[in-house]
């Protein structure tokens, strides 16, 4: 194939991948290229790496060369600017972004977690002096149920073994701590009133059967348990219910600016803290499924591995970040 065979038969691809970078290179036409065509591009550019490696082994004209030359270049620098972009933007994220959003909302925070470690607590002690409590709050066939699941002697307790049933509760626990999050947080939309009833709604129910495992004596099985997913998933619907407060709030209180700004202003400061808790409810239905239910590791060990993630959630949120603030 000579020289101009070759050229037409890549021009369209060379061009394509040209305007691509230009696009790239700018604001406002960056935004309007699709999903789509990004998915494209990767295959696009390893195809020119190789037309460049072929002008340059047949020995076609320098000036190909160079255009190829600079289309492979520009085009290395523009995927490399995009993904370290990423990088940036959530290690930003994980390292100045969100811990600074919870210390912000702090009395948020401190509210939401009076509110719901304040319920737990009680209704964990009350069972122990009243154990028809659970049966008020969690009705006999769900005591069944949780008496069934961490039974020491039920010989099911945990999964060692079984990578599929692990990926499959790793699923569930996603799906339904999000939709409990979400719930908590859209609460908020009914002046906080919502996120109000979802927060002491599941601290009387965590509560219960908690405080009902432990006064039946199964103790061994459900501090173990919980212990360490319970740092980011509890910790994840204080969060949820905090961002839930402050949206109603700015209804309820929108100071100086006009309420439907106020309520636009604390929305987009409520997505910071959603987008934490969403990684922090991944983080948590992964420790459930691959640690927390695992049988042959000691509670013992459980306990120690808990005791530290619950230090580690409490210092980020108020050590991380401090630096970067004004």
Not at 66 to 83: E, F, K
Request: hydrophobic share 50%; aromatic share 14%; net charge positive.
């Amino acid at each position: 194939m000579n020289q101009h065979q070759f050229e037409s038969l890549h021009e369209e691809t060379w061009q394509k991948f040209g305007h691509w970078i230009d696009s790239m290179q700018s604001a406002s036409t960056r935004k309007k290229i699709s999903a789509k065509e990004i998915q494209n591009i990767p295959p696009l550019f390893r195809k020119i790496c190789h037309h460049l490696a072929m002008a340059k082994l047949r020995m076609y004209s320098p000036y190909l060369i160079s255009r190829l030359n600079r289309l492979v270049l520009d085009g290395h620098s523009v995927l490399y600017r995009s993904r370290a972009g990423i990088v940036s933007k959530l290690s930003h994220f994980l390292l100045v972004g969100f811990p600074q959003a919870i210390r912000r909302d702090k009395m948020y925070v401190l509210l939401s977690s009076l509110i719901f470690y304040g319920i737990f607590v009680a209704v964990v002690v009350a069972i122990q002096v009243w154990p028809d409590f659970a049966v008020t709050v969690l009705g006999p066939k769900q005591i069944y149920a949780v008496e069934n699941m961490y039974n020491p002697n039920s010989g099911h307790f945990g999964r060692s073994d079984n990578s599929s049933t692990q990926f499959q509760m790793f699923a569930h626990y996603i799906f339904n701590n999000i939709s409990i999050s979400f719930r908590i947080f859209a609460g908020g939309l009914l002046l906080g009133v919502g996120t109000l009833f979802y927060l002491v709604f599941n601290g009387l129910v965590i509560g219960a059967v908690v405080g009902h495992l432990a006064k039946i004596g199964f103790s061994v099985t459900i501090f173990p348990f919980i212990i360490g997913h319970g740092s980011f998933e509890l910790t994840a619907f204080v969060l949820a219910a905090a961002a839930g407060f402050k949206l109603g709030y700015s209804y309820i209180n929108p100071g100086r600016i006009a309420r439907i700004d106020a309520i636009k202003k604390a929305g987009g400061e409520c997505a910071v803290i959603l987008w934490g808790v969403f990684l922090m409810l991944v983080i948590a239905a992964f420790i459930e499924a691959y640690w927390s239910s695992l049988s042959v590791i000691s509670a013992t060990v459980k306990y120690i591995v808990g005791a530290g993630l619950w230090f580690a959630v409490i210092a980020y949120f108020i050590w991380v970040g401090r630096r970067h603030e004004v």
